[in-house]
């Protein structure tokens, strides 16, 4: 069965240090990969997503997310954070368009 | 910009009683969802609708009930609501693989 884990459940770094979210996956084929946004009080907005193609893939906010294949990881990354990139971050997998499972989340705290 | 619309950002129902829970997309979707979200367990999805009428189980449909009349609105229905179904309620539509969400409807069952 296909599954989603972010290990960490909380991360809190420095503002302007650089940041690293990990997820792995669990899925027989190549999956299709999404990491969304989700600052306090709102909805889920999607920050990157990857379906084959160029393994770096750039997304929103100054987001870039890797996948590896041999590590069934799609880890997501920013050179800098800002104050306003605290949120929750959830990553997820599909294996068609629209189905997607998403893994429990990590908050990520900023300290000024 | 896609709009999705959940129809209340709060909610405090008694046990026992029926519950709705609505959704509105403006950008003619065909896929809509109903996901519940809880600490530490990340998004499940209860109910999804490929078309206006057709519906299909999630992951945790138990409970919950849903009606897609309309390409639009996609509605969620606790039957008889209970204190484990208190929790944060997301909609979502989507689109060549991108969801847009609503704001979230944070139910508390009493």
């Known amino acids: 069965a296909q599954s989603v884990t972010q290990p960490d459940i909380h991360i809190t770094v420095s503002e302007g240090a650089s940041l690293e979210l990990r997820c792995n996956y669990s899925?027989?084929?190549?999956?299709?990969l999404f990491w969304y946004v989700q600052s306090p009080g709102q909805g889920l907005q999607l920050l990157l997503k990857?379906?084959?193609?160029?393994?770096l893939v750039q997304g929103i906010k100054g987001f870039e997310a890797e996948f590896k294949r041999s590590q069934s990881s799609f880890n997501l990354r920013k050179p800098s954070v800002h104050w306003s990139d605290a949120a929750e971050y959830f990553c997820?997998?599909?294996?068609?368009?629209?189905?997607?499972?998403f893994g429990p989340g990590t908050s990520l705290s900023v300290i000024p | 910009d896609v709009k999705v619309t959940q129809s209340s950002r709060y909610l405090v129902k008694r046990t026992g009683e029926k519950v709705f829970l609505e959704c509105v997309q403006d950008?003619?979707?065909?896929?809509m969802f109903w996901y519940r979200q809880d600490p530490g367990l990340g998004l499940r999805l209860i109910y999804f609708?490929?078309?206006?009428?057709?519906?299909e189980k999630g992951d945790i449909p138990e409970g919950y009930s849903v009606s897609r009349e309309k390409k639009e609105r996609f509605s969620l229905i606790l039957e008889s609501a209970s204190t484990n179904q208190t929790s944060m309620y997301l909609c979502?539509?989507?689109?060549?693989?991108?969801?847009?969400f609503g704001q979230g409807t944070r139910l508390t069952v009493v």
């Open positions: 979502a539509s989507s689109f060549r693989s991108e969801a847009f």
């Open positions: 899925y027989g084929a190549t999956p299709y």
């Open positions: 990857y379906f084959s193609g160029d393994t």
């Open positions: 997820a997998v599909g294996p068609s368009y629209d189905k997607v499972i």
């Open positions: 950008m003619d979707h065909e896929n």
């Open positions: 609708s490929y078309d206006v009428k057709m519906k």
